[in-house]
């Protein structure tokens, strides 16, 4: 977490190194099978219907819960199981960088707002290391979760991802 | 980690509220300054921030004076640790989404050579 001022203080800052090529790092974040082959909190899929990979460009899909227990969660809250999410290409530059908002407008009694996320990409030789920026508050995934009620098995979920998170 | 912390601090007014608090306690009329919306406005917010835990209050003569209180942060902070960990398991799938992707583009050029 970097301390930079009271913005920077409410990002975190994820990053991951891959031995990959950048051109594939690139793909699973602009095509539509790419970003659906591992978008969306643990629990959900995501059915992409308009994938437009440039500035001002629209990411719009379906999040759906799959996995029985969120089904369960989310019809026990009385929310659908499927929600059309609104995303926009704020920012592009090719294998460099992108932001990417959402239109949070699905928590009921909560004025829309906006989610940020951004990701930056630096090839190395045959590694890319990608660097995730968020805003813990205002993160699509975290709204998904609150929505679906099972913020209070995060800890549940440390202990089983704990191994493996970075 | 409640989330009634956290749909607290999901306002806009409230979040900037917080953040000029973290210089240290400011009466009712330096918040107005700084965050530019009306005083009933920012009585509102602070008064919901208080009830929440977030801030403490005193007077000050005519004055009431607020300032943060360290628990919800704490709380949070601990908080934000699992949501990193659950962010570290997204990327995670976004790994093996990228070995599976390599994995098929080896594959199919390897069955391009054979044919």
Redesign the interface.
């Known amino acids: 977490m970097t301390s930079a001022g009271p913005a920077a203080q409410r990002t975190i800052t994820i990053e991951r190194t891959y031995k990959a090529d950048i051109a594939d790092v690139w793909a699973l974040w602009t095509t539509k099978e790419g970003f659906e082959s591992w978008w969306g909190p643990e629990g959900f899929r995501v059915d992409v219907y308009e994938l437009d990979a440039r500035v001002g460009g629209a990411l719009d899909y379906d999040m759906i819960a799959d996995a029985p227990e969120q089904v369960e969660a989310m019809k026990r809250m009385g929310q659908a199981v499927s929600h059309k999410t609104h995303g926009t290409f704020t920012e592009l530059r090719p294998r460099e960088r992108l932001v990417l908002t959402h239109i949070i407008d699905f928590l009921p009694g909560v004025t829309p707002y906006e989610s940020t996320l951004i990701a930056e990409f630096f090839p190395a030789g045959d590694r890319v290391r990608m660097v995730v920026t968020l805003h813990p508050m205002h993160d699509e995934m975290f709204t998904r979760m609150q929505v679906a009620g099972f913020t209070s098995q995060l800890t549940k979920l440390d202990r089983r991802f704990g191994a493996t998170a970075g | 980690?409640h989330?009634e912390t956290?749909?607290l601090?999901?306002d806009?007014v409230r979040?900037h509220i917080v953040?000029v608090l973290?210089s240290g306690e400011q009466s009712v009329n330096d918040i107005v300054g700084t965050v530019k919306i009306d005083q009933s406005g920012v009585s509102r917010h602070l008064r919901i921030l208080h009830e929440g835990g977030f801030v403490d209050v005193r007077p000050d003569g005519q004055r009431r004076m607020y300032s943060l209180r360290p628990e919800p942060f704490r709380e949070l902070d601990a908080?934000?640790?699992?949501?990193?960990?659950?962010?570290?398991?997204?990327?995670?799938?976004?790994?093996?989404?990228?070995v599976?992707?390599?994995t098929a583009?080896v594959t199919s050029r390897k069955e391009r050579k054979q044919r």
């Open positions: 980690m989330i956290i749909q601090l999901a806009p979040l953040d973290r908080w934000i640790s699992g949501y990193r960990h659950l962010w570290g398991a997204r990327l995670d799938r976004f790994g093996e989404a990228l599976r992707r390599q583009k």
